[in-house]
């Protein structure tokens, strides 16, 4: 579970990073910068489901649980 939610919060600062980069090319790449930021907010609600579901099945516990 862990190695999951690390793969998926890489893969929202890669999409930020990649964002940053598009926008910091001009203005002509908005396209690619929309595109990196919707990957990023989808992979955001992934990883909310993820936690949510692992913190139901019992697989993770908040700070203080275990």
Excluded: E, N, Q, Y
């Excluded at 990649?18 to 992979?43: C, E, I, N």
Aim: aromatic share 4%.
């Amino acid at each position: 579970m862990k190695v999951i939610i690390a793969v998926v919060m890489l893969g929202i600062v890669a999409s930020l990073g990649h964002a940053l980069f598009a926008m910091s090319s001009g203005p002509d790449h908005s396209g690619r910068v929309v595109r990196a930021l919707t990957v990023r907010v989808a992979l955001s609600l992934v990883l909310f489901i993820v936690l949510i579901v692992g913190w139901h099945l019992g697989l993770i516990a908040p700070h203080g649980g275990r």
